[in-house]
């Protein structure tokens, strides 16, 4: 059984967003024991608990709020929050998404280790895997299981000749999170870049958010091995942080998106 934690400081952290094109602002505040995680959205008033009550599946990403008023891209600021075993603080941004930075969970986990952590009297009880779950669709799926010692598995086959199939794994008990899966960033074909720039949805977007896969070659060297297994797997760590407390299991995913993320998320939720 784990203590509550918050923030010890406040501390900001300002980046484009990359479909706005905005200059964004973000804020992580200290909250009182027992209040949990929520983010607040400056601009038009509105906050949301960072949970599976609020929060969805949008295309590319994690979402909190509605479907007419939200903030997407929550994904990697929520696997730093669970690494760094916070459980009550407010975070408030001032538009509609949050800032990529440069597109991994690094940014935010140095934001956070510089906020320090004040531990509070209350305990956390995990959510406890009793059974085996599973959400699929095709030959996709992310599976919980019960086991002694918490441990995210992610492997990806992935068709591009220079990526292939890659798996990466991070158990919380042992490994560190800051140095083997924060720093692995999100990555995307130069195809899906240039259909999302006609779309209108990268009016902020660059090289400097992402990887971009080009035919023969990277737009940037990955700074990990397996480095794109390891960013899906830091995107699965942040979609299952939405239960609001830590996971005890074993969770395995193949290809899996925030679709299925956050289906198995549904499933586990009964057992809170």
């Known amino acids: 059984m784990a203590s ?11 980046g484009i967003g990359v479909r706005s094109g905005q200059t964004l602002r973000v804020t992580f505040h200290p909250a009182a024991e027992g209040t949990g995680l929520r983010l607040a959205r400056l601009d ?3 906050a949301w608990p960072l949970d599976l009550s609020a929060a969805f599946a949008a295309p590319g990403c994690s979402a909190v709020g509605t479907p007419d008023s939200n903030v ?3 994904e990697h600021l929520l696997a730093a929050l669970c690494a760094e075993r916070i459980t009550d603080a407010l975070v408030e941004v001032d538009g509609p998404e949050i800032p990529l930075l440069d597109g991994s969970a690094r940014p935010w986990t140095e934001l956070l280790v510089a906020a320090g952590v004040r531990e509070m009297g209350g305990e956390i009880l995990p959510v406890v895997v009793t059974q085996p779950h599973v959400a699929c669709e095709g030959e996709s799926f992310v599976s919980a299981t019960p086991a002694q010692e918490t441990e995210y598995v992610y492997v990806l086959d992935h068709p591009h000749p ?7 794994r991070y158990r919380p008990e042992t490994d560190d999170f800051a140095a083997e899966i924060a720093p692995a960033r999100t990555f995307t074909t130069e195809a899906e870049a240039r259909y999302a ?13 992402a990887i971009v896969l080009y035919a023969d070659h990277f737009s940037a060297d990955p700074v990990l091995p397996y480095a794109f297994a390891r ?11 939405l239960l609001g407390r830590p996971l005890q ?9 925030h679709q299925l993320n956050h289906r198995l998320g549904q499933a586990l939720a009964p057992i809170l």
């Open 249 to 257: 299991g074993r969770v395995v995913a193949y290809q899996s998106g």
């Open 231 to 241: 960013h899906k797997l830091l995107d699965l760590i942040g979609d299952l942080y």
């Open 72 to 74: 997407i891209y929550i």
């Open 44 to 46: 038009t008033g509105q």
């Open 162 to 168: 220079l990526v292939g199939r890659q798996w990466a």
């Open 197 to 209: 720039q006609e779309q209108g949805l990268l009016r902020g977007g660059s090289e400097e958010n």
């Open 4 to 14: 509550r934690r918050t923030l010890a400081h406040s501390r900001e952290l300002a």
